[in-house]
């Protein structure tokens, strides 16, 4: 018991001896953090920051509706056979440019081949013992009803040919179009079925995009309009086109009114199914300006940093301004700012309203500063 309290005192008498030897170094007059020991030059003070400053400029900005809408080919199509056949060739090759009428997928016509020489043979036959009764009606040994009976069979076994005919073509699958076909299973020897796709056509030459337009907006949209779109896919590319078609009709669930309009897209970088942003310009106009990174926003306000000169020496003051559109890495100015005004350009994070600063590329108060020993 007695060598228990005996290592307990001790311990507390070594943690007493801690702090008192903590608080001696804190009321010591050692050396400080920063500047050396006695005698030296102590804390230094801070350097007044150098900042970059910007006049607002006059800058034309183009007031954008900006809407979505999903790209589609000039013609798109999904090709499928009108019966149940099997593929015999395949003459295409996916991703392939085709013509308009180029043959691309042929089924097997082995029924189809002996049905037309069938409808053909008929139709010959026909023919022969119409114009023998024709001629012998112009003599006058056959009546006229023979000879009318003649010819509607003639007549009738020409129809069977050119429906065998008809029979005969949908084995034959044709580009109803010049385009672009896609990907594809098809191979010979696949059993197709009437409305199974087969593959895909499109015609990139142009992509056409249909959009909806708020009803308030109506005004600031025309048939033939120029404009402009982006995609994701291609960072800070604009794609040009314009305005086909306005629908007759609004939606009445969405007051929106469907725009069709056409972009060329000559590289092929646009294709069916994207997403695109078309912008809808609604005027031009001109207004004061500064860079983005002039203009701090905070919620819904903006606010810039104005150098101002006072008793000799150069600060800073937030001001609040009222800011527009921002378009190119500017920012429309409406309120707040005049061009007389010199503004922080970058770097707002660093200083603080009322705070001394200096042009950059200005000496620091009182010349240059000491070089440091060592």
Same mark, same amino acid.
């Given at each position: 018991?007695?060598?228990?309290?005996?290592?307990?005192?001790?311990?507390?008498?070594? #943690?007493?001896?801690? %702090?008192?030897?903590g608080?001696l170094?804190?009321l010591?007059?050692?050396?400080?953090?920063?500047g050396g020991?006695?005698?030296?030059?102590?804390?230094?003070?801070? &350097?007044?920051?150098?900042?970059? $400053?910007v006049?607002?400029v006059?800058?034309?900005?183009?007031?954008?509706?900006?809407?979505?809408?999903?790209?589609?080919?000039r013609?798109?199509?999904?090709l499928?056979?009108?019966?149940?056949?099997?593929?015999?060739?395949?003459?295409?090759?996916?991703?392939?440019?085709?013509? @308009?009428?180029?043959?691309?997928?042929?089924?097997?016509t082995?029924?189809?081949?002996?049905?037309?020489a069938?409808?053909?043979?008929?139709?010959?036959?026909a023919?022969?013992?119409?114009?023998?009764?024709?001629?012998?009606?112009?003599?006058?040994?056959?009546?006229?009803?023979? #000879?009318?009976?003649?010819?509607?069979?003639?007549?009738?076994?020409?129809?069977?040919?050119?429906?065998? &005919?008809?029979?005969?073509? *949908?084995?034959?699958?044709?580009?109803?179009f010049?385009?672009?076909?896609?990907?594809?299973?098809i191979?010979?020897?696949?059993?197709?079925?009437?409305?199974?796709?087969?593959?895909? %056509?499109?015609d990139?030459s142009?992509v056409?995009?249909?959009?909806q337009?708020?009803?308030?907006?109506l005004?600031?949209?025309?048939?033939?309009?120029?404009?402009?779109a982006?995609?994701?896919a291609?960072?800070?590319a604009?794609?040009?086109?314009?305005? %086909?078609?306005?629908?007759?009709?609004?939606?009445?669930?969405?007051?929106?009114?469907?725009?069709?309009?056409?972009?060329?897209?000559?590289?092929g970088? $646009?294709?069916?199914?994207?997403? $695109?942003?078309?912008?809808?310009? @609604?005027?031009?106009?001109t207004?004061?300006?500064?860079p983005e990174?002039?203009?701090?926003?905070?919620?819904?306000?903006?606010?810039?940093?104005?150098?101002?000169?006072?008793?000799?020496?150069?600060t800073?003051?937030?001001?609040?301004?009222?800011?527009? $559109?921002?378009?190119?890495?500017w920012v429309?100015?409406?309120?707040?700012?005049?061009?007389? *005004?010199?503004? #922080?350009?970058?770097? %707002?994070?660093r200083?603080?309203s009322?705070?001394?600063?200096?042009?950059?590329?200005?000496?620091?108060?009182?010349?240059?500063?000491?070089?440091?020993?060592?």
């Amino acid at each position: 018991m007695l060598r228990r309290h005996f290592f307990l005192a001790l311990a507390v008498g070594v #943690v007493l001896l801690m %702090l008192l030897v903590g608080g001696l170094k804190l009321l010591s007059p050692g050396k400080t953090a920063q500047g050396g020991g006695p005698g030296g030059p102590g804390r230094s003070r801070g &350097e007044v920051p150098q900042v970059s $400053l910007v006049s607002p400029v006059s800058r034309s900005f183009t007031e954008r509706l900006e809407l979505l809408g999903v790209a589609k080919g000039r013609q798109s199509v999904t090709l499928s056979a009108a019966t149940t056949q099997l593929v015999s060739r395949v003459l295409f090759t996916p991703g392939q440019k085709v013509t @308009q009428g180029q043959v691309l997928v042929e089924l097997k016509t082995t029924e189809q081949d002996a049905a037309l020489a069938q409808a053909r043979a008929r139709e010959v036959q026909a023919r022969r013992s119409y114009e023998r009764w024709r001629a012998l009606g112009e003599q006058g040994y056959a009546s006229v009803a023979a #000879v009318d009976q003649y010819e509607a069979a003639w007549k009738s076994a020409r129809a069977d040919v050119g429906a065998a &005919e008809a029979r005969l073509g *949908d084995r034959v699958i044709r580009a109803p179009f010049s385009g672009v076909v896609g990907l594809s299973d098809i191979a010979p020897g696949a059993v197709i079925n009437p409305g199974a796709a087969i593959v895909t %056509l499109d015609d990139l030459s142009a992509v056409r995009v249909d959009f909806q337009v708020p009803d308030r907006f109506l005004s600031a949209v025309r048939e033939g309009q120029a404009l402009t779109a982006t995609v994701d896919a291609w960072p800070g590319a604009r794609f040009n086109g314009r305005i %086909l078609r306005l629908d007759t009709r609004i939606d009445e669930r969405t007051r929106a009114l469907t725009a069709r309009s056409e972009f060329s897209s000559p590289d092929g970088k $646009l294709k069916p199914g994207m997403m $695109l942003r078309v912008g809808v310009s @609604q005027g031009v106009r001109t207004a004061l300006a500064l860079p983005e990174s002039a203009v701090a926003v905070q919620g819904e306000g903006a606010s810039v940093f104005v150098a101002v000169q006072e008793d000799g020496r150069m600060t800073v003051q937030q001001r609040p301004v009222v800011a527009g $559109l921002r378009q190119d890495g500017w920012v429309e100015v409406l309120e707040g700012v005049t061009t007389a *005004d010199r503004v #922080v350009a970058d770097g %707002l994070n660093r200083i603080q309203s009322g705070q001394p600063v200096r042009p950059a590329g200005s000496p620091p108060p009182g010349g240059a500063a000491p070089r440091r020993a060592g």
